[in-house]
């Protein structure tokens, strides 16, 4: 009934193209399952075929909507009567690639479907789905996981599919693709990905129209994950998806260091991503395969210290980042936000900075007033420390810097003839040491980013 039905509603000619719209509207995806709708859309098929129908038309639409549902006998059926063409066969590999339908793409394979075709679009799909056993049979069949800059690789670590990854790097994906940028993906994993990765398994819901996911979208899960949006499901809970995707990021990340990941290319921005997501065991292991604690400015420190996780900011520190680097907005957000222990930290540490370079008595033996300063003959009192150091930062125009901050640490001192003025600084009796640095500096009034 329901192919007499398409061929007086269509025609011979596009009766076939609607033999999914038809399932799809009745009640045959609600009341049947995946297997019955598998064997009554084959049968409407193949007495389409003997009334004459058009298939050969339509046989790319066909073998791609059945390849998504993951109806193995409409795709035998298809491939044994319409004899596809390989664009037909490409296009349905990607679409039980990216569905998880394992015994289509085993089937498809053996009627020739190209795994490598159009730079291995198939291992894409089948990456972002994360079913491993899919991957390793396109690896196996001559997908190329180093295709497109590795492409596949990049989206498998984004997502955290750790066993798809494996199976990539074992193939011939190149971790240091891009500047090692999987370093980054794997460090800053959105935290869905612990729901998705688990969900990636789950049955899905039975239908013609590709086979929806029971578990929500990206965007969605991370609505709703209590890490996100910090829901009422308690903080156990929240806590609890966070080390599932902190113990993912550490997998991931180890993985790719034992492939060869080079942390020297991508390291700065995956510490600073690790740092500002309180990872402290991932943070120590970037630090231990050489990732700089100081580059650009101490960014991990920074952020790290806006976030208020004081165990990554001792760990930053004790590595070598700079706690002069963390900006006014950075001590200010992190003020806002309560964290007097980050705060205490960093000041313990600028002090402990500051006092260790700065010279003693004896280091001023060799310095000489300007004119004006000293005791005029010549000769000189060595100067005592009034201030451990106070720090000052010049944001120059761009018409007179390269780019960047300029920064310096003035130990502030004092002599019989420069009272607070220091004589390292060359100052005169009575100038201040706000005079001094506009004049050094050759600016007439203190610019907006001078601070102290």
Not at 89 to 103: I, K, N, Q, W
Not at 207 to 231: D, R
Not at 321 to 336: G, K, M, N
């Amino acid at each position: 009934m329901a192919s007499r039905f398409l061929l007086a509603r269509y025609g011979p000619l596009t009766a076939v193209r609607h033999l999914y719209s038809l399932s799809h509207h009745s009640q045959l995806s609600h009341r049947a399952s995946a297997q019955e709708q598998d064997e009554i859309i084959s049968e409407i098929l193949r007495e389409l075929c003997e009334a004459g129908a058009e298939l050969a038309l339509h046989d790319a639409l066909l073998l791609m909507q059945a390849a998504r549902a993951g109806h193995i006998s409409v795709v035998s059926e298809l491939i044994r009567v319409a004899k596809p063409s390989t664009f037909a066969l490409s296009r349905a590999l990607t679409a039980a690639s990216e569905t998880g339908r394992r015994e289509v793409v085993r089937a498809l394979l053996a009627a020739g479907a190209p795994a490598a075709a159009y730079q291995s679009a198939a291992l894409s799909a089948a990456v972002a789905h994360g079913d491993p056993e899919v991957v390793y049979v396109l690896c196996a069949t001559g997908a190329d996981p180093a295709a497109d800059h590795s492409r596949a690789l990049r989206r498998a670590v984004q997502l955290g599919h750790i066993e798809a990854a494996r199976t990539l790097l074992q193939y011939g994906a190149d971790v240091r693709v891009m500047c090692s940028a999987v370093l980054l993906h794997a460090c800053q994993l959105p935290v869905f990905v612990s729901t998705a990765a688990r969900a990636a398994t789950e049955p899905r819901v039975p239908g013609c129209g590709g086979g929806a996911l029971l578990y929500p979208s990206a965007a969605a899960a991370a609505a709703a994950s209590p890490c996100c949006a910090g829901g009422s499901d308690g903080d156990s809970d929240s806590q609890k998806t966070c080390n599932d995707v902190e113990r993912q990021s550490l997998e991931l990340v180890q993985l790719l260091l034992r492939a060869g990941a080079d942390v020297r290319w991508h390291g700065r921005p995956a510490l600073e991503a690790a740092a500002s997501r309180g990872y402290r065991t991932l943070v120590g292991v970037l630090l231990a395969a050489g990732a700089d604690p100081a580059a650009c400015n101490s960014s991990a420190l920074v952020a790290a210290s806006i976030q208020g996780h004081v165990d990554v900011v001792d760990m930053l520190l004790e590595s070598g980042a700079d706690p002069w680097d963390v900006t006014d907005f950075a001590i200010r957000t992190a003020s806002e936000r309560g964290h007097a222990s980050v705060l205490r930290t960093l000041r313990l540490a600028q002090l402990a900075t500051t006092s260790s370079s700065v010279p003693t008595g004896e280091d001023f033996s060799g310095l000489q007033g300007s004119s004006g300063g000293g005791l005029g003959d010549g000769s000189h009192t060595p100067p005592t420390l009034v201030a451990p150091a106070c720090r000052w930062s010049v944001s120059p125009p761009f018409a007179s810097a390269a780019g960047g901050r300029w920064s310096a640490c003035l130990p502030v001192v004092a002599t019989p003839s420069t009272g607070a003025a220091g004589a390292v600084l060359g100052t005169t009796e009575g100038e201040t040491l706000g005079a001094v640095l506009r004049r050094t500096c050759m600016y007439e009034s203190p610019p907006c980013g001078f601070d102290r």
